[in-house]
Every structure is written in structure tokens, then in C-alpha cells.
């Protein structure tokens, strides 16, 4: 059974800093992993899509990479700013479904 | 190109009604999945659909809630009978070729059970 984990649970940097979100899963047999942002009571924004045979996919200050035989991703967002503060999300394909972490709460302060 | 839409965003129901809930999903998009994300919990895949076909519903309740994606008209996620443990968000995404692609996730329908 995939399960996916998210570390650390929380976060709070100031503003500037590089950070990285760490994502890791059980099950090799993915076929990609999206990360997604989530606001106070909103939805979810989709941010990054890694198909299984990329090794990283860049937007912006955001940089995800993937290494599939380890079972892991990281997002690297660069200078943050406080509009970067949010819940961020991994969620892996496998199967027909996504199976999602428990998220990282991110805080940037000024 | 409007995005997944919800409605109603917000639906309060006494234990012992139905609620139903309404996503249309993006233009073009015939694959639609719906997530329920409890208090406190993370996202827990439901159900998918194609244009009157349900692929997967492993994880359904397996009483009291259904799930259907008519030729014409918005994806439909009914909940009969509510009980408070019912109450939650259920988001609604869609994907346009297979479950493979990048999946839009609409704003979500926040279900309050008295």
C-alpha cells in the first residue's frame, strides 16, 4: 500500500530564504508526482507535475525533482515570499489515483 | 478556460438528509475524481469517473454515498442520510486525457452536518 510522508509538518522562515520540502513514498511504481499549494480553505493550485521518467520540472522560483528509485521529491522554492505561505502538497499517481501526503504548513514572515 | 467548479461552496445539512454535490469540470476534461479531506486529515482519494462510467471507487463508503458523471450536465456526489461524521471537505478534479495527466482541482464544497 503507497504511503506517502511530508517533512517537515511545519515551517517558518523569513522572507528571502531558499527552502525545501521533502516528500517521500513507499511505492516505486508511480507514474508521476504532482505538488500542489493549498490555502486557508481554498482548493488546491497544482505547482509542478513530474512524469516518472524526469528527474526535476521548474516554474518560476519553484524546483521540484524526483528520484523514483528512493522514493522521494523535494521542492526547492527559491527567495520566498510571504504570499509563498500556504500548505504545500505531494501527492503521487499510482494506479488511477492520487494518494496525497499530510503536507508541509509553511509560514514566510516580512 | 474556466476552471473546476463547485457548488455550492458551502452546504449545511441536519443528520438524517441528503446532500448533494456538483462538479463541473473543465472544458474538454472527461475524467473526473473526487477527494474528502476530514478535519485535520489529509486528502483521501474517492472515486473516478468517465462520462457514465465509474473507473474506480475503492474509496467509497461503501453505504450511503454514490457518485455518478452523466452524457450531459455535471459530475454528481451524493450523500444520503448525513451524519456528522460526514462533515468535511470534498473536492472535485478533473483531468483531460487519463488519470496520468496534471489534475485541476476545483475550490471545494465544505459539508457541515448538524
Known amino acids: 500500500k503507497q504511503e506517502v510522508t511530508q517533512i517537515p509538518a511545519a515551517l517558518s522562515v523569513p522572507e528571502g530564504e531558499n527552502l525545501v520540502l521533502n516528500c517521500s513514498f513507499t511505492?516505486?511504481?508511480?507514474?508521476?508526482l504532482q505538488w500542489f499549494r493549498q490555502d486557508p480553505g481554498k482548493g488546491l493550485t497544482s505547482l509542478l507535475l513530474?512524469?516518472?521518467?524526469?528527474r526535476e520540472q521548474t516554474s518560476g522560483r519553484l524546483n521540484a525533482s524526483l528520484d523514483k528509485s528512493s522514493g522521494r521529491s523535494t521542492l526547492y522554492i527559491a527567495a520566498s515570499q510571504p504570499g509563498d505561505s500556504a500548505t504545500y502538497l505531494c501527492?503521487?499517481?499510482?494506479?488511477?489515483?492520487?494518494?496525497f501526503g499530510t503536507g508541509t504548513r509553511l509560514q514566510v514572515f516580512p | 478556460n474556466a476552471g473546476v467548479m463547485q457548488n455550492p461552496r458551502h452546504l449545511v445539512r441536519r443528520r438524517g438528509q441528503e446532500a448533494r454535490l456538483r462538479c463541473s469540470p473543465m472544458?474538454?476534461?472527461?475524467?473526473v475524481y473526487w477527494y474528502r479531506q476530514l478535519p485535520e486529515e489529509g486528502l483521501k482519494f474517492m472515486v473516478y469517473?468517465?462520462?457514465?462510467?465509474?473507473?474506480?471507487e475503492s474509496g467509497m463508503p461503501k453505504e450511503r454515498f454514490s457518485a455518478e458523471f452523466p452524457k450531459e450536465g455535471p459530475s454528481i456526489l451524493r450523500i444520503q442520510q448525513v451524519v456528522r461524521g460526514d462533515s468535511a471537505a470534498y473536492f472535485c478534479?478533473?483531468?483531460?486525457?487519463?488519470?496520468?495527466?496534471?489534475?485541476?482541482f476545483g475550490p471545494g464544497t465544505r459539508l457541515t452536518v448538524l
Open positions: 478534479a478533473s483531468s483531460l486525457d487519463s488519470f496520468k495527466d496534471t489534475q485541476y
Open positions: 511505492d516505486s511504481a508511480i507514474y508521476n
Open positions: 513530474i512524469q516518472s521518467s524526469q
Open positions: 501527492a503521487v499517481c499510482n494506479t488511477d489515483k492520487l494518494i
Open positions: 472544458k474538454g476534461h472527461s475524467h
Open positions: 469517473l468517465q462520462k457514465e462510467n465509474i473507473i474506480d
